[in-house]
């Protein structure tokens, strides 16, 4: 059946819920693609046939192997774009470095458009403001000004509080802290937040 | 002056647009997150807006770099910078989401825009859609397109992306009373009507038909 | 929306505290707040006054709705009422949820003002979701929403808009490149 292999690329990347990535099926494009090759050359040699030979009786043929070209050609346009937008997620998730595991999974050419997003994206953040730049890749969550309590998982030295104030971070010591000063050294694995 | 934070600064004109205070400016920044979060098109740019308030923060912080070590005050201004700031990134995100999403549509609409029209992107988003349409344009064409028989190479990226479906249905508040706001009928055996929306009242309904009333400030969805 | 997007929101409505504590006059980008002096009350935004009240740097003073005798009537009045009653405050639900975790040594009968506004939301909703079902079923183009609160309308947002997004495409059997292009229509 014509656009089977087309339709199986589709298929893959409807398996796989939104935020994944599969890896890049470059032998089901380069089937497609040959098959279009197929369809093309022999349209053609047909379209000869009607014309020298007055053959009306090809038409239907000929009209079919068209509606199979253009759904090659659709299907494989839909899995290149829908993967650039799964990647395009995985910035906005991983930032501007992707984990090994999920490059592997990327052709040389998705590669490329990432790079070029990045560098894209950068420019305009940096354009804004009059040049002053925004990391608008930062505050994903509206910001909460509370303080939660921690305790030191290992020593850390001194943290700077926003007021000046200076808390000593010593291994087993707990602290009332704002929380968007301790985000990061809880993800770091230095405090960790005691949930009463 | 001593103390950085002691005095309101007036050195802002070049940004204060109608005598728009700094809270007006915030405010306006608040109703356009809103509204773009909620609204299935890319909205008309608010460069201006978004310019105040970066100079609002830099304005802000540079007063904050020179406030003496355990001011108490300055805990409290930087909470009120962070709220902001997240605004701005928010809303800024929420435009860069739709202009890769319907990107076709939205560089077509800016180029068929007339002079008098208010620009739908800034200078900086506009930059970022053009590189953003070549780059993904570039890849279809070397990955599969280039491979394809010739009457094929070309894709109709206007026809491929999905446009913005004006029909989804929006929550407004109306800001300022409307008469005679046509309401079109969802079925063939439905006749179409006219509501009155009333200044603070809420409704629910096709953003096609009040679309104006967001651009013009009349309405804001929520 | 996010939950704790409508929340950001709630925090910038302004509640009464008693600070314990002397500061000059602030000159926020928002406004000016204070000048604050032990033991004289103020209005400042949700989200400082909780700040504060973590610090133990001031009271916070419940808003006047936030009263069992008041809100045992609104609950009577929302329970007999056929359309909704106006709310008693537009984020009546995540204030009592932020005030009640954070302060709640401050506002008298806590745990009987938690039950009766869980009440009034629950009443709500359920009206909520009749109307919204109504809706669908009735295929209306237009629905007056007067007296909704933000939060109880992004606990249907999601769900209502989608339904409704997805009648219409079943409906008006949309051709190829007019709304929905073949690269996301496959």
């Not at chain 1, 047909?46 to 038409?59: G, I, P």
């Not at chain 1, 998730?93 to 490329?112: C, D, I, T």
């Not at chain 3, 005798?69 to 949820?97: D, G, I």
């Not at chain 3, 809706?135 to 007067?146: N, R, S, V």
Request: proline content about 6%.
């Amino acid at each position: 059946m014509f656009c089977e292999k087309a339709v199986e690329l589709i298929r893959e990347l409807q398996r796989i819920s939104d935020g994944q990535l599969p890896a890049f099926n470059e032998d089901g494009v380069r089937q497609v693609l040959q098959e279009m090759e197929a369809l093309y050359e022999h349209n053609q040699a047909d379209v000869n046939e009607t014309k020298s030979e007055q053959r009306a009786d090809l038409l239907p043929s000929i009209r079919l192997r068209h509606c199979c070209l253009l759904r090659n050609q659709r299907c494989v346009g839909a899995y290149l774009y829908d993967r650039l937008l799964r990647i395009r997620a995985l910035r906005w998730e991983y930032g501007s470095v992707l984990p090994a595991n999920v490059r592997f999974h990327m052709s040389a050419e998705e590669l490329q458009w990432f790079t070029c997003y990045k560098k894209s994206l950068a420019s305009f953040m940096r354009s804004l403001g009059g040049g002053g730049g925004l990391d608008v890749t930062q505050d994903m969550r509206p910001p909460k000004s509370l303080y939660i309590q921690v305790r030191c998982v290992k020593d850390h030295g001194e943290l700077e509080i926003d007021d000046g104030t200076l808390v000593l971070l010593k291994k087993n010591s707990q602290h009332f802290l704002p929380r968007w000063k301790c985000e990061h050294l809880i993800r770091q694995g230095i405090l960790e937040h005691v949930v009463h | 002056m001593s103390n950085p934070l002691s005095d309101n600064d007036p050195n802002q004109e070049e940004c204060q647009e109608d005598d728009m205070t700094p809270a007006d400016l915030i405010a306006k920044l608040e109703e356009a997150w809103l509204n773009e979060k909620f609204s299935p098109e890319l909205l008309a740019n608010q460069a201006e807006v978004v310019e105040c308030v970066m100079e609002q923060l830099t304005h802000m912080e540079a007063n904050l770099q020179r406030v003496k070590k355990g001011d108490p005050k300055a805990s409290i201004h930087r909470m009120e910078i962070d709220r902001i700031r997240f605004v701005l990134c928010s809303y800024l995100r929420s435009r860069l989401q739709k202009i890769e999403k319907f990107y076709p549509h939205v560089l077509e609409k800016e180029k068929s825009r007339s002079k008098g029209e208010p620009a739908l992107l800034s200078p900086e988003e506009f930059a970022f859609a053009k590189e953003y349409a070549a780059n993904t344009e570039s890849h279809l064409k070397s990955v599969a397109l280039s491979h394809m028989p010739p009457i094929l190479q070309t894709l109709d990226m206007l026809k491929a992306v999905p446009a913005p479906c004006l029909d989804s249905f929006v929550f407004l508040r109306v800001k300022e009373s409307q008469e005679n706001i046509l309401v079109e009928p969802e079925t063939d055996d439905q006749r179409e009507y006219v509501v009155d929306l009333e200044e603070g009242s809420q409704h629910l309904m096709r953003y096609r038909t009040i679309a104006p009333l967001i651009s013009s400030g009349a309405a804001q969805l929520i | 929306m996010d939950p704790s997007e409508v929340e950001f929101l709630a925090e910038k409505e302004l509640v009464k505290i008693i600070p314990n504590f002397n500061l000059d006059k602030l000159y926020l980008i928002g406004g000016d707040l204070g000048p604050f002096n032990p033991g004289l009350p103020l209005y400042v935004p949700v989200w400082l006054a909780l700040n504060l009240k973590q610090r133990q740097k001031c009271r916070v003073v419940p808003p006047d709705w936030m009263d069992v005798e008041k809100l045992e009537e609104m609950r009577e009045l929302e329970r007999n009422a056929a359309t909704f009653t106006p709310a008693p405050c537009p984020y009546y639900m995540e204030l009592t949820k932020l005030l009640l975790n954070h302060a709640s040594d401050n506002i008298p009968k806590a745990d009987e003002i938690r039950t009766l506004v869980k009440d009034i939301w629950d009443t709500r909703i359920a009206k909520l979701r009749l109307s919204a079902d109504s809706f669908i079923t009735q295929q209306e183009a237009h629905a007056k929403l007067d007296n909704l609160t933000l939060m109880e309308i992004n606990t249907i947002r999601g769900f209502l808009l989608e339904s409704l997004n997805c009648m219409y495409k079943l409906r008006s059997n949309l051709q190829p490149g007019s709304s929905k292009g073949p690269l996301a229509d496959y």
